[in-house]
């Protein structure tokens, strides 16, 4: 896994506490008003989004230089599927104790635009714990840590396309887009592929989040219905009696129903 953080964090230069979040969502309403009136469809995460303050930063300004990938990336693998512990997809076991929260466990199906099931495929998950604090270096919000539980899991998907994690439910956190500036509960994925050039990587979200609204980058995918496909549902058959809370999220790679990934970012 590379980046534990997708945002920036405390202490980024390009931070702006000096907007409040009336601004903020005074800034999202006008942008989702003229996505409205414009009647356009629009299915991609917008690069450069005025509210999500370092978005600009996050981008390429210049066209793609388009560039064939070597061989060794083409072709190197970079796990073989008897790297793969089936314990890894249980982020609850990875310590002596049990971490704080809610146990819950996550499953859906990875899936092409034809709904045929994409089989074998590394699915990687990183979070925060319960408190919302990631267990990294440039993450010092003052949320406690859990000594039980580093927030990493990975898993290959079966003949089904289909992946399971059980973990704990993470929660907001507080990041310095603005002041007062949090983050819905996320879970981010990565989808390895069968090589370096083809992973992706998104973010998946729980139903009913009342910072939906507030989160500049959750909406900065202007689009209600793409936004929505990443939302998890709760499904009370993946819910265990006595033991855990379960969601379902089918990821889809192709097509119109597909699931928004992140665009990749300059180095
Ligand atoms: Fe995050």
């Given at each position: 896994?590379?980046?534990?953080?997708?945002?920036?964090?405390?202490?980024?230069?390009?931070?702006?506490?000096?907007?409040?979040?009336?601004?903020?969502?005074e800034?999202?309403?006008?942008?989702?008003?003229a996505?409205?009136?414009?009647?356009?469809?629009?299915?991609?995460?917008?690069?450069?989004?005025?509210?999500?303050?370092?978005?600009i930063?996050r981008?390429?300004t210049?066209?793609?230089?388009r560039?064939?990938?070597?061989?060794?990336?083409?072709?190197?693998?970079v796990?073989?599927?008897?790297?793969?512990?089936p314990?890894?997809?249980?982020?609850?076991?990875?310590?002596?104790?049990?971490?704080?929260?809610?146990?819950?466990?996550?499953?859906?199906?990875?899936?092409?635009?034809?709904?045929?099931?994409?089989?074998?495929?590394l699915?990687?998950i990183?979070?925060?714990n319960?408190?919302?604090?990631?267990?990294?270096?440039?993450?010092?919000?003052?949320a406690?840590?859990?000594?039980?539980?580093?927030?990493?899991?990975r898993?290959?998907?079966?003949?089904e396309?289909?992946?399971?994690?059980?973990?704990i439910?993470?929660?907001?956190?507080?990041?310095k887009?603005h002041?007062?500036a949090?983050?819905?509960?996320?879970?981010?994925?990565?989808?390895?592929?069968?090589?370096f050039?083809?992973?992706?990587?998104?973010?998946?979200?729980?139903?009913?989040?009342?910072?939906f609204?507030l989160?500049?980058i959750y909406?900065?995918?202007?689009?209600?219905?793409?936004?929505?496909?990443?939302?998890?549902?709760?499904?009370?058959?993946?819910?265990?009696?006595e033991?855990?809370?379960?969601?379902?999220?089918?990821?889809v790679?192709?097509?119109?129903?597909?699931?928004?990934?992140?665009?990749?970012?300059?180095?």
């Amino acid at each position: 896994m590379t980046d534990i953080l997708d945002e920036r964090v405390p202490g980024s230069s390009s931070d702006d506490e000096s907007s409040t979040q009336a601004q903020v969502s005074e800034e999202i309403r006008r942008i989702a008003a003229a996505h409205q009136r414009s009647g356009a469809t629009e299915n991609e995460a917008r690069l450069d989004y005025p509210p999500y303050r370092s978005s600009i930063l996050r981008h390429p300004t210049k066209d793609p230089h388009r560039v064939d990938p070597e061989g060794i990336e083409l072709w190197a693998p970079v796990f073989g599927e008897r790297d793969i512990d089936p314990l890894e997809a249980d982020l609850t076991v990875q310590h002596g104790g049990e971490p704080i929260g809610e146990r819950m466990v996550v499953t859906g199906r990875v899936l092409d635009g034809d709904g045929r099931p994409v089989r074998r495929q590394l699915v990687e998950i990183w979070q925060a714990n319960a408190g919302g604090r990631y267990l990294h270096e440039r993450d010092q919000h003052p949320a406690a840590l859990d000594p039980n539980f580093t927030g990493v899991g990975r898993c290959l998907t079966d003949d089904e396309g289909a992946y399971a994690f059980t973990t704990i439910k993470p929660g907001p956190y507080p990041w310095k887009n603005h002041r007062n500036a949090w983050r819905p509960a996320h879970i981010h994925f990565s989808l390895f592929g069968t090589d370096f050039t083809q992973r992706m990587v998104t973010q998946m979200y729980f139903p009913g989040d009342p910072l939906f609204a507030l989160d500049p980058i959750y909406q900065s995918i202007v689009d209600p219905r793409a936004r929505e496909r990443l939302v998890a549902t709760y499904d009370h058959d993946v819910t265990q009696p006595e033991w855990c809370t379960g969601y379902r999220w089918d990821i889809v790679l192709t097509g119109s129903h597909r699931t928004l990934m992140q665009a990749e970012t300059p180095s």
